[in-house]
């Protein structure tokens, strides 16, 4: 049972850019997030998902796309990248009848813009 | 959705019974109250949640008064490896997801 999977762990990106970072969860959960989270800060929500086909923006989702066509993965796009967007990237999921159990994390995707 | 105050460091040294207090005053009636712990360079974990009252598993404790205002995590004899950053959540996680603060950076000293 791998959980959330999360690729790549690094790149470095040229400002201007894009990149797909990429999730993939194995737990058969219908919701999944998107967070990033700057050094020392605590994690933002970018967009999440409640089940396939359905996605919804988070607290800072401007830079950022998503799509959800498959249970499994939840993939994030980024399209024309920035400096700001320099961050540590989360993918988590949860299942709503898991009470308890919280949300599963990924070890993240590191991303600097430069 | 309910806004949480929590310490931004605390010490503590390694078998010491560590207690962290979250303030949550605007709690609703659905919201559960989450923990989660995070190691540098790593997503956060789940510890623990709960209600209402106490509730314990293999990792910590988390006590809530009646009122729902505040909760404590409590971290029974730490070691060094409890050194993270945890952080107080509350909401309803299975309708709306769940917003993380800054988080109480947790030190253990030997």
């Known amino acids: 049972n791998a959980g959330v999977t999360q690729t790549p762990k690094f790149r470095i990106l040229k400002i201007g850019q894009s990149m797909t970072l990429q999730c993939t969860q194995d737990m058969n959960h219908n919701y999944m997030y998107w967070y990033r989270q700057d050094p020392g800060m605590g994690l933002k929500l970018i967009y999440y998902s409640v089940g396939a086909g359905i996605t919804d923006k988070g607290e800072v989702p401007n830079g950022y796309n998503v799509s959800r066509s498959t249970t499994e993965d939840f993939p994030l796009r980024l399209e024309l990248a920035a400096p700001s967007q320099t961050s540590v990237y989360f993918c988590?999921?949860?299942?709503?009848?898991?009470?308890?159990?919280?949300?599963?994390f990924g070890s993240g995707t590191r991303l600097t813009v430069v | 959705l309910a806004k949480t105050t929590q310490p931004i460091s605390m010490d503590s040294y390694e078998g010491q019974e560590v207690n962290i207090t979250c303030s949550h005053n605007?709690?609703?009636?659905?919201?559960?109250i989450t923990w989660y712990q995070q190691f540098p360079s790593q997503g956060p974990r789940f510890i623990i949640q709960g209600y209402k009252t106490k509730v314990t598993n293999e990792v910590a404790s988390l006590f809530i008064p009646a009122d729902r205002k505040s909760s404590t995590l409590s971290l029974p004899r730490v070691s060094l490896s409890d050194t993270a950053v945890y952080y107080c959540l509350v909401g309803d996680d299975r309708n709306t997801p769940l917003v993380f603060g800054k988080g109480t950076r947790l030190s253990v000293i030997a």
């Open positions: 605007n709690i609703a009636t659905n919201d559960y």
């Open positions: 988590a999921s949860s299942h709503p009848r898991d009470r308890g159990r919280g949300y599963t």
